[in-house]
Each structure stands twice: as C-alpha cells, then as structure tokens.
C-alpha cells in the first residue's frame, strides 16, 4: 500500500485598510507569539481553537474565507493601562492565523502604544505567511 502523500500551499497574505478607515496609519509589524503573551489576560481573549471569548461562529468563518485569498484588513489593538492588549479589530483574525502558524502580522495601533508594542512585541519579518495543506 503506498503512502499518501501530503503536500502544501504556502501563500503570503495580503493586507489592507478597512474601507472606512480614512486615517492611512502606516502599520508596524509585530510578532503573534508576543502579542499572544501579552493578550492573554484580557478578558475577551480567544484561545486556541476558538476557545473563550470568541463570537460563535467567526473564528471559523474567518479560516474558510483566508483561503479565497483577498486582502486582509489590518488588525487594530493598543497595549492598555490594565497591562494587556485590547483588540478594537480583529481579534478573531489574530487567533486564527496564530493558531495556523503564522509569525508575523502588520497591526495599527494608537500613538500611545506604538513604541511599547514595537519594544516588546515587533517583529523584523515583513511578510506574512500561511501554510495550508492540501486536500
């Protein structure tokens, strides 16, 4: 019996202001392992699968529609006083692409917490990158 072998597509996403984001922040790049670090006090902190405060249904949505491939909206958070990242945009999006692998994502973010995010959880990759198996 001859072993089935698996292959897969590696994709670089594409991001993109929301349409009625007027502002054209330009992003900074950060790392999902630390932001992962840092979110996980928050109240409204999705966990891995989808799991804890997520809205029913959208992590799982947002993993059947990344794979048609149209640009990503960028992901808005700031580093709150309470001492964690809150998300105003995003979040479901955020989990599921590091529950897949991904290392890095471009977020905007508020003046405020530009430079501690950038301290403590920017990335020096520029791209971001999603492997999905085929089949």
């Not at 991001?15 to 790049?29: E, L, Q, V």
């Not at 891995?48 to 990344?66: D, N, Q, T």
């Amino acid at each position: 019996m001859a072993d089935k072998q698996t292959t897969a597509q590696t994709v670089r996403l594409r991001w993109c202001h929301h349409p009625r984001d007027t502002s054209k922040d330009i992003p900074i790049w950060v790392n999902l392992k630390k932001i992962d670090f840092y979110w996980k006090p928050d109240p409204n902190y999705i966990g891995p699968g989808g799991a804890g405060a997520a809205i029913e249904s959208r992590y799982l949505r947002f993993g059947k529609w990344v794979k048609k491939l149209e640009e990503i909206h960028y992901i808005s958070l700031n580093y709150s006083e309470c001492g964690y990242i809150e998300f105003s945009d995003g979040r479901h999006r955020t989990a599921w692409l590091r529950d897949h692998g991904v290392i890095a994502i471009p977020i905007l973010t508020d003046i405020e917490s530009k430079q501690w995010l950038l301290e403590h959880c920017g990335s020096g990759l520029r791209d971001s990158i999603l492997t999905f198996p085929d089949g």
